[in-house]
C-alpha cells in the first residue's frame, strides 16, 4: 500500500487515549451520599435511570464521570445528590445547566445532539421518576435510541484508493495505517487525525476546508511543549515529531477553541473518534 504525506491539524476534541476514553466500570462501590464532596454514591451503573437516559450519561459523560469520579452520573442516586456542599442544587440540576451552556459545556468537546440533551433535560424536570434498563426492557424495546444519523457534509469522498496524497483517507485510523503499510513513502505520525464539521460523518468523506478556514491544531506534551499543525483541505492533520504522552490538545479556528477533555496517551485520534464514536469518544473530531 502506497501511502504518501498529507498533513496539518485541526480538530474536535480529538484524541485518542491509551485506549482512547476510559469507559465506565459495570459497577462502583457505595459509601453513602455526602452532599457532593466527593463520595461515591453509584451502585450498578445505570441503576434507576431509564434507557434513554443511561445511555446519554454512559456514552458522552462516563469518560470523565464514572463511578471513581468526584461526580459520578451513573445512577439516578447520583444525580439526586447536592451539587456541591451546602447547595440546594442537585448534580441533576447541575447537568441540565451546563448541557445546555455556551461557555461551559458539558461534555467539554462541545454541546451534545439537542435529542440527547432533551432526553435528560426531560426526565429531570418530569421529577426523575425512577426507571430501569434491563436486557428484558431493551428486548422489549424500551431503549429506543438510535445511533445518530451520519452525512457527508463536505460531499467529498476520496475514492483513490491508497494512492499516496496530503488528503487521502480522511476520518480513517491513519496512524495505524501507515505503520502497518511497510511503505517509506508514509510518514510516521506522533499525532494525527481529521477534523470534521459536524460529530457522524463516515470514512473517506472530507472534513473541514482547513486551508480556507486556516484551521490549526495544537498539542501539548506531557512537559509542556506545544506541537502545531495547519488543518489540510481534507480536514487531516498530522504532527510527526514524537509526542511525549499523556498530551492535551485544542482546535483553533479565527477567535474559537475546542479543547479536548483530558490528557491522551494515544497517537491515533481517528481510532476512537469514528463515525459513530469508539471507546467513550462521542463521534468524530469536530471544528470549533
Request: a negative charge.
Amino acid at each position: 500500500m502506497r501511502i504518501g504525506v498529507w498533513f496539518s491539524a485541526g480538530a474536535l476534541v480529538l484524541a485518542a487515549i491509551a485506549g482512547c476514553y476510559s469507559e465506565a466500570t459495570p459497577t462502583s462501590t457505595s459509601s453513602g451520599g455526602d452532599g457532593g464532596t466527593g463520595t461515591q454514591v453509584s451502585t450498578t451503573l445505570g441503576a434507576g435511570l431509564p434507557c434513554e437516559v443511561a445511555e446519554v450519561l454512559t456514552k458522552r459523560c462516563g469518560s470523565c464521570h464514572g463511578p471513581a469520579s468526584k461526580k459520578p452520573l451513573g445512577s439516578r442516586a447520583d444525580l439526586q445528590q447536592a451539587a456541591d456542599p451546602g447547595s440546594t442544587e442537585t448534580v441533576a440540576d447541575e447537568v441540565t445547566e451546563r448541557m445546555r451552556s455556551t461557555t461551559r459545556p458539558m461534555p467539554p468537546t462541545g454541546m451534545l445532539a439537542e435529542a440527547e440533551i432533551a432526553a435528560v433535560e426531560s426526565w429531570i424536570k418530569g421529577g426523575m421518576a425512577e426507571g430501569s434498563c434491563s436486557s428484558s426492557d431493551k428486548d422489549a424495546g424500551t431503549d429506543v435510541t438510535p445511533a445518530s444519523a451520519s452525512v457527508c457534509t463536505s460531499d467529498v469522498k476520496w475514492t483513490k484508493g491508497d494512492r499516496g496524497s496530503f488528503v487521502m483517507h480522511p476520518g480513517k485510523a491513519c496512524v495505524t495505517c501507515h505503520k502497518s503499510s511497510g511503505e517509506e513513502e508514509a510518514p510516521i505520525f506522533g499525532v494525527a487525525g481529521t477534523v470534521y464539521p459536524t460529530a457522524h460523518e463516515p470514512d473517506d468523506c472530507n472534513g473541514v476546508n482547513g486551508t480556507t478556514l486556516k484551521a490549526t491544531v495544537i498539542v501539548t506534551d506531557a512537559d509542556g511543549k506545544e506541537h502545531t499543525a495547519q488543518v489540510n483541505s481534507a480536514g487531516n492533520f498530522g504532527i510527526r515529531d514524537a509526542i511525549k504522552m499523556p498530551y492535551t490538545a485544542k482546535v483553533i479556528v479565527g477567535d474559537k477553541t475546542r479543547a479536548m477533555g483530558g490528557k491522551q496517551s494515544s497517537a491515533d485520534c481517528n481510532g476512537c473518534h469514528t463515525e459513530q464514536g469508539a471507546q467513550g469518544a462521542p463521534g468524530r473530531i469536530m471544528a470549533p
